[in-house]
């Protein structure tokens, strides 16, 4: 099935949701395909939270390097401008529009997106928007899953990771220093990959659920 998805886009909200999906978006750049990744904000940082002032070019930076690492080519990758903790509602229709656009230009074979079934409500945003927008656009629609945003979704796609790919996973985690305030992301998310492909007898994976696939 993978070898088959020439043109990927991976829609999240912030600048460390692609760490989800970050072995996958690897093993398809390995293979050959053109991945993209589109992001509607930079993640806040402790400080931000704080109400006090963060640097946006730390948060940018750290954004740029697990692209890097990924390895999705700078001209297939897109920040947009929303502010940190701001509240994704208001832009509901910007979000819409920029999603029909990059559709609409790049017509990818797959987009790998957040689910509108996660609690975050910025995640959940730009699952609906991007749902909503990619029906009949789009051949297969991916839904990513985070382990601690409960999402009722039942997982139907393992995508086996090799050696280098769970490394890749590991260096775009500890990429995003600024987040650490936050959860042991190396710890969890690289356990949910051990843990996810013995359920299928593989060493890791990255499990999703597939919205819609036309073939």
């Not at 992301?185 to 990959?193: F, G, H």
Request: with cysteine.
């Amino acid at each position: 099935m993978l070898d088959k998805w020439k043109k990927v886009v991976f829609f999240g909200a912030h600048t460390d949701d692609e760490m989800v999906c970050a072995g996958t978006l690897h093993r398809l750049v390995r293979m050959g395909s053109e991945v993209h990744v589109v992001t509607f904000s930079c993640a806040a940082t402790k400080e931000d939270r704080q109400g006090k002032s963060y640097s946006f070019q730390n948060i940018v930076g750290e954004w740029i390097t697990s692209l890097d690492l990924i390895g999705v080519t700078i001209q297939n990758r897109i920040l947009h401008t929303l502010r940190p903790s701001c509240d994704f509602q208001p832009h509901r229709q910007r979000i819409c529009q920029n999603i029909y656009d990059y559709v609409e230009k790049h017509k990818p074979d797959v987009v790998f997106t957040l689910s509108p079934n996660d609690e975050n409500t910025a995640h959940s945003i730009v699952g609906v928007e991007s749902e909503r927008v990619m029906r009949g656009r789009v051949p297969t629609i991916v839904r990513c899953q985070f382990p601690w945003n409960i999402d009722t979704g039942l997982a139907n796609l393992f995508v086996t990771l090799s050696e280098e790919d769970l490394e890749v996973k590991r260096k775009v985690i500890n990429a995003y220093q600024s987040q650490k305030f936050r959860y042991d992301y190396e710890t969890m998310l690289l356990n949910y990959a051990i843990a996810d492909g013995l359920s299928v007898k593989a060493p890791a994976v990255e499990k999703f659920q597939i919205m819609r696939s036309v073939v």
